[in-house]
């Protein structure tokens, strides 16, 4: 029962989000999902098989596109987080060059959409240049 009421919640806050990113400034939305990930991770495969296929389809990747990042190989640029990434996969949901939240690990797909229905309620829109 309460995972059903989190998905309408979800899915009310990711339309208000979509409205929102809708009536920005084309280009201004500067959010991402940066995904921390290694080499022999099975949580990583994990993810793979039961997210990272429909990921792009989702309303979430359009607010937050998802860039990967492998912790042994990359170093990554343009991300600043606000402590180091130690266990994989880490999540991190960055506004604006900003650190909003992480998600630390994977444990099934209705944890990783409900973390993240969380922190994309977190996101704000860039502001409007009509009202400034």
């Not at 290694?38 to 937050?64: F, H, M, Q, S």
Request: with cysteine; glycine share 8%; aromatic share 8%.
């Amino acid at each position: 029962m309460y995972h059903i009421m989190a998905r309408m919640l979800l899915k009310s806050m990711l339309l208000c989000a979509m409205l929102a990113s809708a009536l920005a400034p084309a280009g201004a939305w500067a959010a991402e999902l940066v995904m921390f990930e290694r080499d022999g991770c099975v949580w990583c495969a994990r993810w793979d098989r039961e997210v990272g296929p429909i990921y792009g389809k989702t309303a979430e990747a359009k607010l937050l596109p998802l860039r990967r990042v492998n912790i042994d190989r990359d170093k990554p640029s343009g991300v600043a987080v606000n402590s180091p990434v130690i266990f994989t996969p880490t999540f991190v949901v960055m506004d604006n060059g900003r650190e909003i939240g992480r998600i630390t690990g994977y444990i099934n797909d209705d944890a990783f959409w409900g973390l993240l229905g969380t922190m994309v309620a977190k996101l704000t829109p860039p502001p409007d240049p009509k009202h400034t």
